[in-house]
């Protein structure tokens, strides 16, 4: 008895045959829906109509017709460092184009998975100045991974796979599709999967075993290792085996900016923060160090301060995915290039095989004792106003560490940094990398679409809440009940602070006229947040005494009707500490205005 043969895969051509005929734009709308898309933030015009109009039809895909471009970039942006999803912003041709090159750049800076699709004028036009036209894949060339022109439409579903495959995999960050009118007018049949081809891309994830023996063999001598944790841990999704590790080894643990999270406040291995205004202990155990492993951190200037005088003692194993990182700040003694959470698992392996741990107990006297002498507080302002520090402790206090909390720039972003409890990761976003005012707003509704059973944050200053306050409206209609605390010092808060330290108080251009000045001298406010928020359909709260600071949070938690913004007025004089001057050493770090070096007075 013969068996038949086996059917032979249809060919290219039998695919084409039978793939269904879509326009350019219906093949983004399907491509979307085949890659798993249920929510996108954007805003309609002429180059990008076609697209909008199959948009209509779709019963899987949320828009959410955001108020500016920019608003629709940070949303999305939030969306994925909430959730870990791909973000997705969508925007027209020029000025709506060029609205997204911030929320771009800030997700190249601190690596967020981004989709951002836009329309183009006619290729037929391109290149003549044509109405709206910009080269805007030229322009983001250097802040995406890759950048995309279409100008065929079957060639939208394989640049979109690629697009996908690329923003989510090795180091995430954006990636932009600009796509022609005429290609989203035009058809083609739709076939997918497309086949993917990316010559040349190949993220390495998994360690050359030889670098993680040697790792394992550092961290089982070092007598003051620490571990040195970025914003990479989180995006790889690390959070469980990092805490296998410090608990394996014993080293203290330190978080940056954008690892807020990965590892447990509460732990008592972490010491906090390191940098600019990180706490004392976490600031000193790495200058004291002989042993940094950093774990998907990139030694940046906020962290390092003075490059040359960075930890002189000290070994460096650096753990990135991205190899471009690895010895661009500070010489790498073991550079491992791999994915955090697979080169985490192989070193607690390795670190086992040896059977030897280090003696850590001396190097946990002298960071206990740095923890004893420097715990983070703050003074109570002296003008009679609210401190900025508390409000945002009670916030964090009366929400708790499964809310999210998305920041804005300037000092209450790092006031939520040090004053708000994180156990888990994804709880707290910001820019980091790029340093983004406004970026609190959006985000926070971006991370609210994207975790809509999470109470969800915006903690900002008045500068920044006037850049994309416009997404008030945006939350009110589309049912996204975000709260946002304006930390209302009336002023440009950080910029004031160095105006303060650094150009003997020249206040140049730095007050906003917001709120009190103080509790006896107020000013005009301009805008009335209050009155703000309740023309975008919000409830407005303004609390100017420490004894309705609690209520009013409580009342924002409960009301989920619409979203709430609560104007805290706050003393301008209130400044961030610890501080690492610009320009100085880690170990010139201060504790507080007029004290000297922390290291100085032990």
């Not at 005429?182 to 360690?207: E, M, N």
């Not at 990139?298 to 005088?309: A, I, L, M, N, P």
């Not at 929400?399 to 940094?417: R, T």
Request: charged share 20%; glycine share 10%; hydrophobic share 40%.
């Amino acid at each position: 008895m013969t068996s038949s043969p086996a059917p032979s895969a249809p060919s290219a051509a039998a695919k084409r045959d039978a793939a269904p005929i879509l326009t350019g734009s219906g093949q983004v709308l399907a491509s979307l829906e085949k890659l798993g898309i249920t929510d996108v933030f954007g805003i309609p015009g002429g180059a990008i109509m076609p697209f909008y109009d199959e948009l209509m039809a779709s019963t899987s895909i949320r828009h959410i017709l955001v108020r500016h471009e920019q608003g629709g970039g940070h949303a999305a942006e939030g969306y994925a460092a909430a959730s870990g999803r791909v973000g997705v912003c969508i925007a027209t041709s020029g000025p709506g184009a060029t609205n997204l090159v911030t929320a771009i750049a800030d997700a190249h800076m601190d690596s967020v998975p981004l989709i951002a699709i836009t329309g183009q004028v006619f290729s037929t036009s391109m290149g003549t100045d044509a109405f709206q036209e910009v080269d805007i894949t030229g322009i983001t060339m250097p802040i995406t991974k890759h950048s995309f022109l279409v100008t065929d439409p079957a060639d939208v579903p394989a640049t979109l796979a690629a697009a996908y495959h690329i923003a989510t995999t090795g180091r995430p960050g954006p990636v932009l599709v600009d796509i022609t009118k005429d290609a989203q007018q035009k058809s083609a049949p739709f076939i997918w999967p497309p086949k993917v081809d990316l010559p040349g891309y190949r993220p390495v994830t998994k360690a050359h075993g030889k670098q993680i023996l040697s790792a394992a063999e550092l961290l089982a001598t070092s007598s003051r290792p620490v571990l040195y944790v970025g914003g990479g841990v989180v995006r790889s999704g690390a959070a469980a085996e990092l805490l296998e590790l410090a608990e394996l080894t014993g080293a203290p643990v330190v978080t940056t900016l954008m690892a807020r999270g990965a590892f447990p406040d509460s732990h008592t291995q972490h010491l906090g923060m390191p940098g600019m205004h990180g706490a004392v202990p976490a600031v000193l155990s790495l200058q004291e160090s002989d042993l940094i492993v950093s774990l998907g951190a990139r030694f940046d200037d906020r962290v390092t301060g003075k490059v040359s005088e960075f930890a002189p003692e000290a070994k460096i194993v650096h753990v990135d995915i991205d190899p471009a990182e690895i010895g661009k700040i500070r010489h790498a003694d073991v550079p491992i290039v791999g994915d955090a959470r697979e080169v985490i698992i192989d070193l607690i392996d390795a670190f086992r095989q040896l059977g030897q741990k280090p003696d850590l107990a001396d190097w946990w006297t002298r960071l206990d004792q740095l923890r004893a002498n420097y715990p983070l507080g703050y003074s109570e302002p002296d003008d009679g106003l609210l401190s900025p520090q508390y409000v945002i402790q009670r916030i964090g206090e009366l929400s708790g560490p499964e809310a999210i909390y998305a920041a804005g720039v300037g000092q209450h972003q790092m006031w939520a940094a040090q004053f708000i409890g994180y156990e888990r990761p994804h709880a707290f976003l910001n820019s980091g990398g790029a340093g983004t005012m406004g970026y609190a707003v959006p985000a926070a509704m971006g991370a609210k679409v994207a975790e809509p059973d999470r109470l969800v944050w915006a903690i900002d200053g008045d500068g920044c809440f006037q850049m994309t306050n416009q997404e008030l409206a945006t939350c009110t209609i589309n049912d996204i009940p975000i709260k946002v605390a304006i930390i209302n010092n009336s002023s440009l808060g950080m910029v004031r602070q160095w105006q303060t330290l650094f150009y003997d108080g020249r206040h140049s251009f730095t007050d906003l006229n917001t709120g009190a000045l103080d509790k006896e001298r107020s000013t005009r406010m301009v805008p009335d947040f209050v009155k703000l928020a309740e023309a975008y359909g919000a409830l407005g709260i303004r609390v100017t005494k420490k004894e309705e600071i609690d209520d009013a949070i409580k009342l924002a938690i409960e009301t989920n009707d619409r979203p709430v913004v609560i104007d805290f007025i706050v003393s301008r004089d209130a400044m961030v500490w610890p501080m690492v001057p610009q320009g100085v050493g880690n170990s010139q770090v201060q504790y507080a205005r007029d004290h000297a070096p922390a290291w100085e007075e032990e």
